[in-house]
């Protein structure tokens, strides 16, 4: 197995901790006057979302992780299970809620999604950068109100609830960006 040196670390980083795969969210190097120098990291655990933070010696080494990201195509959820397919191979894949967790209000049948298998089984899942979703409930729009001051809540097909502009009204596409939640612009 592969190991990875603290002076290798970088952001996005997949390393072990503790035998689950984990990927470096923030390494900060310190150099103290006086001792040896360190690295202190913030990663998140891949298996289980959560956030922590390590601190590791100049040149202590880490096993790398052997975790893969392709792209996979959504297909359905069957209420346990969020299915993906490859496209080129038609295999079939199964991630569990712990892997769409926080993405799931993002994903729409059909759509490409960047998966990361670890031992062939997802443990996350990124969605497009941009998606286009109905809105299906908003307050009434004002008309001639596209100054983008303020905003209100809509929510969307997928259950997802966003800041739109006053003027969006039900039944309008929305562009939203998955990575911000954020509203981007009427769909045309």
Known sequence: MATVSTNEFKNGLKFLMDGQPCTIVDNTI???????AFNRVKYRNLMTGRVLEKTFKSGEKVEAADVMDTELQYLYTDG???????????EQYQAPESAVADVAK?????????????????????PPKQVT???????PGLKGD???????PATLTTGAVVQVPLFVQIGEKVIV??????YVSRAK
């Not at 979703?133 to 307050?139: G, W």
């Not at 596209?146 to 209100?152: F, N, P």
Request: net charge negative; with cysteine; charged share 20%.
């Open 106 to 126: 993002w994903l729409i049948e059909q759509d490409m999604c960047v998966v990361t298998l670890f031992n062939g089984q997802p443990i996350s899942v990124i």
């Open 30 to 36: 310190v150099q103290p006057g006086k001792g040896q």
């Open 133 to 139: 979703l109905e809105v299906i409930e908003t307050d």
């Open 177 to 182: 960006n998955t990575e911000k939640g954020e």
């Open 80 to 90: 346990e299970f969020w299915h993906f397919m490859d496209a080129e191979s038609f």
């Open 146 to 152: 596209t100054a983008g001051t303020g905003g209100k």
